[in-house]
């Protein structure tokens, strides 16, 4: 079974300021590893993804992440904060399984950019 | 926009009725996969579908069936339908039955009455 914690289902930053959101899967083998952003009545959108080679990844708007197997974390990081940025931030995990794709989200982090 | 078409945007009924949410995937895109996003339960993954057939089953009440037409396009239907199965309903789909991107579209939101 596979699991995604994300710490903090809220965090509020000032503009200009870093952001980081937590994010922790259990899986029993090697994972495929995504963050997705859902702005207000909107879909979720793909940030990143993380499947096999460089841990330190890049995404869409300025986000990164950085694989780290030892500590089973994938956090999400801009340096600067826009208040543009602010949404709803997920964790999600999948795996190759005999049976299928599924992602197992986290349960989210809200982020509040103040001017 | 993601490519990924759900109809209706919002969908109001009562208690014990039955409902079809209907979603169209991405060109060239051949799974389709369907999450119930609630408040108390988070987003969950109902049941994946690659090119017609049923792929993976995840925490979908046996109220709820769906399927996959040979136009790609997939439906999803709920029934008996209970005030606890108001949420957000998304679909999503990927090229192919491996891990990788998954697209949702902007998802239909249930309300029971």
């Known amino acids: 079974a596979q699991s995604v914690t994300q710490l903090g289902s809220h965090v509020s930053v000032s503009e200009g300021a870093l952001v980081l959101l937590r994010c922790n899967y259990s899986s029993s083998v090697p994972p495929y590893l995504f963050w997705y952003v859902q702005y207000p009545n909107q879909g979720l959108q793909l940030l990143l993804k993380?499947?096999?080679?460089?841990?330190l990844v890049k995404g869409i708007n300025g986000f990164e992440a950085e694989f780290k197997k030892s500590e089973t974390s994938f956090h999400l990081t801009k340096p600067s904060a826009h208040m543009s940025d602010a949404a709803e931030y997920f964790c999600?995990?999948?795996?190759?399984?005999?049976?299928?794709?599924?992602?197992?989200f986290g349960g989210g982090t809200r982020v509040l950019v103040k001017p | 926009d993601s490519g990924v078409t759900q109809t209706p945007k919002h969908l109001i009924t009562a208690t014990g009725q039955r409902v079809t949410l209907r979603c169209s995937p991405r060109s060239g895109d051949l799974s389709v996969y369907w999450y119930q996003q609630s408040l108390d339960q988070g987003l969950q993954f109902l049941i994946q579908?690659?090119?017609?057939?049923?792929?993976a089953k995840g925490n979908i009440l046996e109220r709820f069936s769906a399927q996959q037409f040979p136009d790609l396009h997939s439906e999803l239907n709920l029934s008996s339908l209970e005030l606890g199965d108001s949420a957000l309903y998304f679909c999503?789909?990927?090229?192919?039955?491996?891990?990788?991107?998954?697209?949702f579209g902007a998802g239909t939101r249930l309300s029971v009455l």
């Open positions: 999503a789909s990927s090229v192919g039955q491996d891990p990788d991107i998954q697209y």
């Open positions: 993380y499947t096999t080679g460089a841990t």
């Open positions: 999600a995990v999948s795996r190759q399984e005999a049976a299928g794709n599924k992602l197992t």
């Open positions: 579908y690659y090119n017609g057939e049923e792929r």
